[in-house]
């Protein structure tokens, strides 16, 4: 799952950490590619639950917490970061031209 806009990591099903945005939470709280998200926030990973705490992170001051095994090495990090989830998107600049709706206009 690409949440790489929101706490900076792309995470697979099973809970292999594949990419870390360098400048976002994730990275900073050391987390990095190859490390395996056995527990998050007390519980055993699951993706639904790491996204969904993900999302509630907007809803609260405490900071995320998740346990990974990294060769064989256990370890804990905690994870300040409260944005939800946040995913790309198209803003429209009033100030440059529409070029997108004429583009559309004539399909």
Do not use: C
Request: glycine letters at 10%; charged letters at 20%.
């Amino acid at each position: 799952r690409n949440l790489l806009y929101s706490i900076g990591l792309s995470i697979a099903n099973d809970g292999w950490i594949n990419d870390v945005n360098p400048d976002k939470a994730a990275a900073k709280a050391g987390l990095s590619p190859g490390m395996l998200v056995v527990r998050n926030d007390g519980k055993p990973f699951s993706l639904d639950d790491f996204t969904k705490m993900i999302a509630d992170s907007k809803n609260t001051t405490a900071p995320l917490t998740i346990s990974t095994s990294n060769g064989g090495v256990a370890q804990k990090f905690t994870i300040d970061y409260h944005g939800g989830l946040r995913y790309p998107h198209l803003v429209r600049d009033a100030a440059k031209p529409d070029i997108l709706s004429e583009v559309i206009k004539g399909h």
